[in-house]
């Protein structure tokens, strides 16, 4: 039985490894392979996304849109608030543990006098800001890709106020989830958008990365001025 496993995930480990990787796009089969057991996928997948600063590449934003179609059309038995528990409980954690990971590791990290990146200096105006700006960073973080991922580490690294960060954390998580469920759920049944979902799931990463984009770019002409 455990040599039939190997040898299917070996064969198979190209195919699953980018089916894991674009789950948004492959959600539905996903949830035929496995059930109720695609509720334990979405909790990794989310937990990794937001709780490992080396796993900014997993779906976030797409992902929780093209769940709310699924909800929407009612496929594989999912329910909607047992998914958005789910989804809310693993990006709460998820932001927890990539904070603690920042608070333990960020004094060690940076606390050479000398260095050009990991000085003292750095730590310092990273507590700063964070007294000044964590609790609305920690809840617009959550709508930015990539700094989803990397805000809870540095609010961790800046020793933002415990209490504080737990409250917009979970603020931050039911908003997230909630809004990107609700849109896949009233727009993702919508013919077109059902028509042509692969160019849709697109358009929304394109979306979630447009603030990025937009700063860079104001970033290199303020510097060429």
Known sequence: M????????????????EMFLHLDLYLHKW???????????????VFCETGLVVT???PGDSLLFALGTFLQLK????????????????????DFVN??????VGPKIFKSKTSRWFNEK????????????????IILARFLPIFRTFAPFVAGIGKMEYKSFCVFNIVGAIAWVSLFLALGFYFG???IVKENFEFVIVGIIFISFLPIIIR????????KH
């Open 2 to 17: 455990l040599d039939t496993f190997l040898d299917f995930f070996i064969t198979n480990f190209h195919v699953l490894t």
């Open 31 to 45: 949830i035929l392979i496995l059930g109720p057991g695609i509720y334990a996928l979405l909790f990794v997948i």
């Open 56 to 58: 900014p590449f997993l």
């Open 75 to 94: 496929t594989g038995n999912l329910h909607f608030f047992w998914i958005a528990t789910t989804l809310i409980v693993a990006a709460v954690l998820g």
């Open 99 to 104: 904070y603690m990971i920042g608070y333990h």
């Open 122 to 137: 750095h730590l310092l105006s990273t507590r700063a800001f964070y007294e000044r700006h964590g609790k609305k960073t």
């Open 189 to 191: 049944a919508i013919p």
């Open 216 to 223: 860079t770019i104001n970033g290199y002409l303020a510097s």
